[in-house]
């Protein structure tokens, strides 16, 4: 069982910086894929980003490939994502999910979500 509570979210304006966190509970967290996924208003949940349970390996959506960095920190229990060079059109509300598949993880499908964080970038 993971229980993951994300943090960090906010205003900015555009090409300014957040960095979102994901701590989570439970003693297999570093056993875990883990993700970042973001909805806006009237949209559908879109994929952004995971990460491998080392942190070794990652994969970015286009949209935020050389904006945003993934990390995270397993002793810790904690997942980072550094938003540089924000744009408005990335105002969403920010979910960070966990799975052991990376398939179901990537999907969309993950057996664990956060409550999700605002983040709001003026133009």
């Known amino acids: 069982q993971v229980q993951l509570v994300e943090s960090g979210g906010g205003l900015v304006q555009a090409g300014n910086s957040l960095r979102l966190s994901c701590a989570a509970s439970g003693r297999t967290f570093s056993t875990y894929y883990m993700g970042w996924f973001r909805q806006a208003p009237g949209k559908e949940r879109e994929f952004v980003v995971i990460i491998n349970w080392r942190g070794g390996a990652t994969y970015y959506a286009d949209s935020v490939k050389g904006r945003f960095t993934i990390s995270r920190d397993n002793t810790k229990n904690t997942m980072y994502l550094q938003m540089n060079s924000l744009k408005p059109e990335d105002t969403a509300a920010y979910y960070c999910?966990?799975?052991?598949?990376?398939?179901?993880?990537?999907?969309?499908?993950?057996?664990?979500w956060g409550q999700g964080t605002q983040v709001t970038v003026s133009s």
């Open positions: 999910a966990a799975d052991n598949s990376p398939a179901r993880l990537r999907l969309g499908a993950a057996d664990y």
